[in-house]
């Protein structure tokens, strides 16, 4: 016995290419035919989550306009209308507010708590000014009718709160943990990128002041031998890096390592006859010296660039040609594009 299943279709029109052929020329043309198509099943459980969003978005409306016309009447009786009605909104929107903020932080338990007790603590007061107008009024029932007047906003906010616990996706405690623990590496490149964009600012302003007023720019901090090996080269412009390791060794604030020397097996005793030197006395002054007039250009900031930029052009106004510091100068010394060279002469060089 064969089970016949009847689906319901609907006709698509399509179409496709096929040859057609007059006075043996074919030809390949568009033909449309119709196709029967399944349709799928209706999916009950999508249209009655829609239907529930409208209707509680329906009631948070009607709460939002009962609310305002309850309480603004209430404070229409010390403030004009327009005044107390506009105020009267604020009573609603404050803990339909906090369910938004709620909903936006439904993954993350620590930035939910507050909108969740701030919105129950806006929704008694909103219920309270609701309740006082009605007992205020004049007749019999006024009170039973404001505290039936407040259920109503407490109706919308049970709905809304329903909705948004259907809609959310409940997470076992362990992940739950891994889902804040992703959110905190998130929110910590986000607050390095705010700092790091403020901190970029900031050192282009003071470079631009600096540059401005002329002021002397900061340096980073230096050690001691540091600073006698600036102060060493100030006071020796035209010394060579040999006599500067020769002044700093000479006041003792370094060592120069010693030759070291290396002998012939042959002829031990003879080490004035097989003694070769390896490592020259005062290379590590000489190098801390060199690192102090040229630090590394990828650390340093814009402030030191252009301090760079400024000893650079201090030295090349004392050679022989006297002329201010080039922009391929400032490019090969500093690592820089043609464009940051170019911005950085103007900032040392001026209009020259």
Known sequence: M????????????QERIVPHTINGVTEMVTEKYSTAVPIPPRDWDHIVRGAVTGATALTVAGSIAWSTASIGDLLARTVEPVIGYAAAGVFDLAWISCMA???LA?????????PMIAGHVALVIAMAAVCTHGILQDGKGATVIGIIGALVSALAKGMWTMTMKHFSVNLDDRSQQWVEARFSAAHARLATAAIQR?????EGATANMHAAYELPIAEAELTDTDRAAEYARSLMPGATDDELTAQLAAAGLVTPPTSTLLFD???????????????????????TVTSVVTPDPATMTRS???A????????????RSARPVT??????????????ATEIRKIVVGAE
């Open 265 to 287: 097996d042959h002829h031990g005793d003879h080490q004035d006859d097989h003694m070769m030197t390896t490592v020259a006395a005062g290379q590590a002054v000489r190098e």
């Open 198 to 202: 403020e901190l970029a600012r900031v």
């Open 308 to 319: 760079a930029a400024r000893r650079l052009d201090r030295q090349a106004r004392k050679g």
């Open 327 to 340: 922009i391929g100068t400032l490019q090969l010394q500093l690592g820089l594009s043609r464009r940051e």
């Open 304 to 306: 030191q660039l252009i």
């Open 101 to 103: 903020l709620e909903w």
């Open 2 to 13: 064969t089970t016949m299943t009847f689906r319901r279709t609907r006709q698509v029109q």
């Open 106 to 114: 439904r993954y993350d338990r620590r930035k939910a708590k507050l």
